[in-house]
């Protein structure tokens, strides 16, 4: 019913930049938050950011000054703009909808590495 689809990850250095989109497609009236999570190896997936149809926000500690969620209502697609990326952020980042249930995309790596 609502298919979503992250790009945008990749390799980047330490004190970087990096641009994750998530494009969905699909029945998504219904969706009322729209997210972004990662996990990396071993670590359990956590909550990165959330923007929700109110424009209300929240932030992982971990990522807050740093991260910033936005979304493109028109074009039904949410955005993690992440600064000053450190090894710490290397995972996989899925990006998630809420409504009648929750979707997920496949994934995109994105790697913090010199």
């Known amino acids: 019913q609502v298919q979503l689809v992250e790009s945008g990850g990749g390799l980047v250095q330490p004190g970087g930049s990096l641009r994750l989109t998530c494009a969905a497609s699909?029945?998504?009236?219904?969706?009322?938050?729209m997210a972004w999570y990662r996990q990396a190896p071993g670590k359990q997936r956590e909550l990165v950011a959330i923007i929700r149809v109110d424009s209300s926000t929240n932030y992982a500690d971990s990522v807050k000054g740093r991260f910033n969620i936005s979304r493109n209502k028109a074009r039904n697609r949410w955005y993690l703009q992440m600064n000053s990326l450190n090894s710490e952020d290397t995972a996989v980042y899925y990006c998630?909808?809420?409504?009648?249930?929750?979707?997920w995309g496949q994934g995109t790596q994105v790697t913090v590495s010199s």
């Open positions: 699909g029945a998504t009236a219904g969706i009322y938050g």
């Open positions: 998630s909808a809420q409504g009648r249930r929750d979707y």
